[in-house]
């Protein structure tokens, strides 16, 4: 599976984005899709996660209650909505697909295809 990874920009804080995670290939429903972010000079953390089975969904609790991530299959995308953004949100967004058991979902070495990395800027 490739993914390409859409949607960032430069928003004010509390202002909303939608990243996109477009996914080419078979088989895409299969796969747990997460979302990761890299910070200006910081280490890539795990943002939130959504599995293939059920669709359960996680999120990292510094942004719970504020991003929601979804999926549509029959569009083999997933999807980031970001509100009430916080200028600590700004990063490099990437989202990555794989099959990780549940223990391991949260390690970025888990993900066997990533997408490109798309720019959120907050500014406060």
């Known amino acids: 599976v490739q993914l390409q990874a859409s949607g960032g920009g430069l928003v004010q804080a509390g202002g909303s984005l939608r990243l996109s995670c477009a996914a080419s290939?078979?088989?895409?429903?299969?796969?747990?899709v997460a979302w990761f972010r890299q910070p200006p000079g910081k280490e890539r953390e795990s943002v939130s996660i959504i599995r293939a089975s059920g669709g359960r969904t996680y999120y990292r609790d510094s942004v719970k209650g504020r991003f929601t991530i979804s999926r549509d299959n029959a569009k083999n995308t997933v999807y980031l909505q970001m509100n009430n953004l916080k200028p600590e949100d700004t990063a490099v967004y990437y989202c990555a697909a794989g099959r990780p058991i549940q223990s391991a979902m949260w390690d970025d070495g888990m993900y066997r295809a990533w997408g490109q990395g798309t720019l959120v800027t907050v500014s406060s």
């Open positions: 290939g078979q088989s895409f429903a299969s796969y747990t």
